[in-house]
């Protein structure tokens, strides 16, 4: 009994430090939006069979009921502010073991391609403890061992807010038959998902609300203006070729896209540079890829009013018309039809040039932006 004895009290030792941290876990840890989209992807009554990966410009700027209405599919957009290539490699082999995937839809926000976001030894697995799958969540951990820190591991202590006022809000939330059954409205604080800022429209798509003015952000963006001069960093390339033999293994489709910033932060972070970059990658890769950093006014008319900041992050209005003219061109690549002068500018010399008459005539209002 004495030689078991030690072992008994360490056991009831880590029974007793998981108990503490669970109900820590429970009493300061928010819902979140990761939960929700997360379950949404793996509910058993649901196959997508589109799924649309990024972070948080894809997930305000693509609505999956366009490309549905368009191509026939049932799409759902599981882009994540935040997100990192990295991250949507195993949301992709998660979403994978429930759903039967023919199509993604990768939103290429250059931000998180210039360099590997500083996501590791704090930070990394806030998406990972969400993954169902447990091949895919011991993958990860397992290809973290070097850098990952384990009190993420067994906690969602990143998102702890211990104040009074949180923990009542919490256990408030989580008595709720809402957040049992892992409905929308129990992903945030009163009912809105932080940085949504807008209502929820379904399959992943939130309808940003826009004030009609000129928004803010350029002190932000000047932070960037270096990035243009950068590759595609080579941690990231490898993450992305990780998706690219994935999806060939299970004949998954990848199609790349560039969802339009606002049009006076283009200059300003020297998108014609990015755009080089971009294509001779995915060209070397060969993945399809747009940009729609060069499309038509006449196709998809936008000033900097559109947006809810110079970043890039569209108001749900734009959005809409964006993801109609985002099916419709999918749709005419899927049927050999596309013809890439009917949906973009040559060059962006070109579009620089004529934007602004091209603006006006397409909608009849002055422009507004730079």
Not at 105 to 130: G, H, L, S
Not at 202 to 219: E, L, M, S, V
Request: hydrophobic share 35%.
């Amino acid at each position: 009994m004495k030689k078991i004895m030690p072992f008994i009290k360490c056991v009831g030792f880590l029974a007793g430090l998981a108990l503490i941290l669970g109900v820590c876990d429970y009493c300061f840890a928010p819902s979140g939006y990761v939960r929700f989209i997360l379950h949404e992807m793996n509910k058993k009554e649901t196959n997508y069979d589109t799924l649309v990966l990024g972070a948080s410009h894809a997930r305000s700027a693509i609505s999956p009921d366009f490309i549905d209405e368009q191509l026939g599919t049932n799409t759902l957009n599981i882009a994540v502010p935040g997100a990192t290539v990295d991250d949507s490699y195993y949301m992709l082999k998660d979403a994978c073991d429930s759903n039967d995937v023919k199509t993604v839809i990768i939103d290429v926000d250059y931000q998180y391609w210039v360099e590997a976001q500083p996501t590791a030894y704090f930070t990394e697995a806030f998406i990972c403890r969400n993954i169902t799958d447990l091949d895919v969540k011991l993958e990860y951990y397992w290809n973290k061992m070097d850098s990952i820190d384990i009190r993420n591991v067994v906690t969602r202590r990143l998102s702890w807010d211990c104040s009074p006022k949180s923990v009542k809000r919490n256990l408030k939330v989580k008595r709720t038959q809402g957040y049992k059954n892992y409905h929308i409205e129990a992903a945030g604080v009163d009912g809105k998902v932080e940085g949504a800022d807008g209502p929820y429209m379904g399959k992943g798509f939130f309808y940003r609300i826009t004030f009609g003015g000129k928004p803010g952000g350029a002190d932000y963006i000047n932070l960037w203006i270096e990035r243009q001069y950068a590759g595609i960093d080579p941690n990231v390339r490898e993450q992305f070729q990780r998706i690219i033999d994935y999806c060939n293994k299970k004949n998954i489709k990848i199609i790349c896209v560039t969802s339009p910033i606002a049009p006076s932060a283009m200059k300003t972070l020297g998108m014609e540079r990015v755009h080089n970059t971009l294509k001779t990658a995915f060209d070397e890769w060969g993945v399809e890829y747009y940009d729609f950093n060069l499309a038509l006014m006449s196709v998809v008319p936008r000033d900097d009013i559109d947006y809810g900041d110079l970043e890039g992050h569209m108001g749900g209005e734009l959005a809409q018309e964006y993801s109609a003219v985002l099916g419709k061109l999918l749709k005419d690549a899927q049927d050999g039809e596309l013809d890439r002068s009917q949906y973009f500018y040559s060059s962006f010399e070109e579009m620089y040039g004529t934007m602004k008459t091209d603006y006006t005539k397409a909608t009849g209002n002055a422009w507004e932006g730079y």
